[in-house]
């Protein structure tokens, strides 16, 4: 290798082994291979994989159950391929191992954008491969819905670069069916949009009526323009509080048009209501909880001047199926009357998620109205997840979003993949026969 090989005992390797979500038992990885170019990977795959212990790429480590970090394993750590290279084509070439924030920064001083997730630490990878919902979804689509190829290792040693005419069935999987599976990619190359000035906004409303907030907020986000993209969140406690962010990309004028309209139906004035014109690298600051500082400082804080830091959390999800009924938006408060420290996150979808069919990829939930995420910082109620992702079985329906893994949850394979199950199995077994790259909840385990 080029890169480093740290193992038990070498400098650098307790950090390196060290998992994102901190309330997950620590990890003791055989090795953590610190690749630094593509030959790294080939000879770590040629190798380790496939000899008998746990391995598994890692891009940024965010995987919410350590799968990426396997103890007792191998880890083939990315981090180093994170080049981003806007092309005269608009398209961009981005290391696997790049973060969110490399790649904003990166695709802003050209004027582009990427629709992607909100925090700027998670790496490229693991992102895209599992879908990639974000705050800029309804207009452009699914962070793997703008992917053009990929260059990927197998567990030969060969590298594929795969788009819909090479390798199309590899090409098909790694478009949101997760990752850790078939191979390791080095680098992906992506279709840009222009880069918006999106306004961001902020509405809660009184806590006695989030459950009209809820129900309304469903038919409101579902019926509007494509341009507009919310985030609801609703609280636990003996009265669940809410609270609405969302982008936009057009006049402040029409914004007020649309945000009167659920105030309307909400039928309540509310709390808070602010808004703010923002250029999209400022807006993906924002969100980040890095705005108006350095780039750097949208970095782990074991980083030089970064200032992100580790969280400790459990987390779980649903896939909400239809609009909710104020009936069952009733059903939904009553089930976080029941918890504490603990939030939904209904994140907006429609919009261009939904112009590709069901098994266009291998992101199923394309008629979904929005994704449920069920969190709490309470490391140590993981069975009060368990317990809300079941109750909202029967509300939202029984889908999962694969990134947001759940390792106590039943029933995973239907719920990530639903009628893509199958082919996505099919597939991942013909690249990697004897599953080296194996992991609890992988789609050869269903």
Known sequence: MTGRLLRPGDSGYAEAARTWNLALPARQPAAVAQVANQADVIACVQKAAGRGVPFAARSGGHSYAGYSTPDAGVVVDVAALKHVSVRSDNTVAVGAGAKLIDVYAG???SNRALPGGTCSTVGIAGLTLGGGIGVLTRPFGLTCDLLKSATVVTVDGAVHTVDAQRDAELFWALRGGGGGHAGIVTEFVFTTVPAPNPITFELAFAASRTANVL???TSWQSAAPDGLTTTLSVSAGSLP????TGTWLGSISNLDQHLNALVSAVGS???????KQRSYLDAMQHYAGCEAKPISACYLNT???GTISRESFRAGSRMLAT?????QADQVVDIMRGQRDMILLFDALGGKVKTLGTSDTAYPHRSAVASVQIYTWNAANSPGITAVQNSLT???????YVNYLHPEQTNWGTAFWGPNRPRLKTTIQSYDPNHAFDFPQSVLRT
């Open 107 to 109: 695709l802003a001083a």
């Open 215 to 217: 129900a309304s907020w």
């Open 241 to 244: 509080s809410n609270n609405i």
């Open 269 to 275: 004035a509310p709390t808070t209501r602010t808004t």
């Open 303 to 305: 980083e030089p001047g």
């Open 323 to 327: 609009n909710l009924s104020k009936s």
């Open 394 to 400: 029967p509300v939202a329906g029984p889908g999962s």
